[in-house]
Nanobody
Framework: QVQLAESGGGLVQAGGSLRLSCAAS????????MGWFRQAPGKERDIVAA????????YYADSVKGRFTISTDNAKNTVYLQMISLKPEDTAVYYCAAGLVLGVPATYDFWGQGTQVTVSS
């Protein structure tokens, strides 16, 4: 089992920045891809960004390209999501997840509890 714990969410004004962290523990494996997903009220959970632990391969949803950056700190078993130029439509619960295939949400089996990000206009 892999345990994931997100932190760093909060309330920010439009145009502001936040950095989310995801600490991985348990049976962590570098073979897993690590992703950030988000779910807004009344909407499906969508993938936002994903990366391999090496950082050699990354994926970004079109809606966040150029604004969000995913990165890893292998020594700390932590994945980050740096978010800039935030928009009200970025408001959602953000989840960290571990999966087998970088850009395939159905392969993500381990999930954190989520952290709320609210962007005010």
């Amino acid at each position: 089992q892999v345990q994931l714990a997100e932190s760093g969410g909060g309330l920010v004004q439009a145009g502001g920045s936040l950095r989310l962290s995801c600490a991985a523990s348990g049976r962590t494996s570098r073979r897993y891809a690590m992703g950030w997903f988000r779910q807004a009220p009344g909407k499906e959970r969508d993938i936002v960004a994903a990366t391999t632990w090496s950082g050699g391969n990354t994926y970004y949803a079109d809606s966040v390209k150029g604004r969000f950056t995913i990165s890893t700190d292998n020594a700390k078993n932590t994945v980050y999501l740096q978010m800039i130029s935030l928009k009200p439509e970025d408001t959602a619960v953000y989840y960290c997840a571990a999966g087998l295939v970088l850009g395939v949400p159905a392969t993500y089996d381990f999930w954190g509890q989520g952290t709320q990000v609210t962007v005010s206009s």
